[in-house]
């Protein structure tokens, strides 16, 4: 392995959550008089913290959304998770070829701890992560596209960033990933490549990542 650590995204990478969460964050938006389409969704808050859809909404209309948006959001969320939420085809077989080379891994999640852990305990994944290896965007002052998250991660898990490689699916991630000095191989499932600008290797099967981690 030519990394000490290997720091997943969660969402599109690990649970197959992105198509569920943007048409309900798509339409909860047109829902309060901002008409957001599911390709709006994609392109404009996919892969980003929560606080970035309250900014945009606020730039692009002086309107601020309401006070428990974030909890009707992922109320709606939580409970198409517990409905329709599976793991990404392959990531099992990947997590289980880490644990037993002995490999270090983690998450690292624009989405808040309790998301994390929803999203895993209802896909079977809760089993490869414990407490210690999961770190949300509510854990810095600033989420994806800046540093803080993928800095915070490797710090608490004891690598450099320089010895760490990042799987991710999204523009702010692959960003924030790049500015905090660690390699980033971009996951091109959901996300055209050409998005992915500066991920140092593009694949879209779970199946071919081990490989890549050589």
Same mark, same amino acid.
């Given at each position: @392995? ?5 720091? &997943? ?5 690990? !649970? ?11 339409? =909860? ?15 404009? =808050? @996919? ?25 009707? &959001?992922?109320?709606? !969320? &939580? ?107 971009? &996951? ?27």
């Amino acid at each position: @392995m030519r990394y000490d650590l290997v720091i &997943f995204d969660n969402d599109g990478v690990l !649970v197959d959550s992105e198509p569920m969460s943007n048409r309900l964050l798509a339409a =909860y938006l047109t829902e309060l008089g901002h008409p957001t389409s599911y390709e709006d969704s994609i392109r404009d =808050y @996919m892969g980003s913290a929560m606080h970035r859809v309250h900014d945009l909404v606020l730039e692009r209309t002086g309107r601020r959304l309401p006070e428990d948006f974030d909890e009707v &959001f992922h109320a709606r !969320v &939580f409970a198409a998770f517990e409905r329709e939420l599976r793991p990404v085809p392959g990531v099992t077989d990947v997590l289980e070829k880490l644990a037993a080379d002995g490999v270090p891994y983690c998450v690292a999640s624009s989405g808040s701890h309790e998301r994390i852990r929803v999203g895993h305990r209802t896909t079977g994944l809760d089993r490869w992560f414990t407490d210690e290896r999961i770190f949300s965007a509510d854990d810095v002052g600033r989420g994806k596209p800046a540093p803080d998250l993928f800095l915070h991660a490797a710090e608490r898990m004891g690598v450099a960033p320089g010895r760490c490689v990042v799987v991710e699916d999204s523009p702010p991630g692959v960003q924030a990933a790049m500015a905090a000095g660690m390699d980033v191989y971009g &996951f091109t499932a959901m996300t055209p490549a050409e998005r992915l600008v500066g991920a140092g290797h593009l694949f879209s099967c779970m199946e071919e990542l081990p490989d890549l981690l050589r």
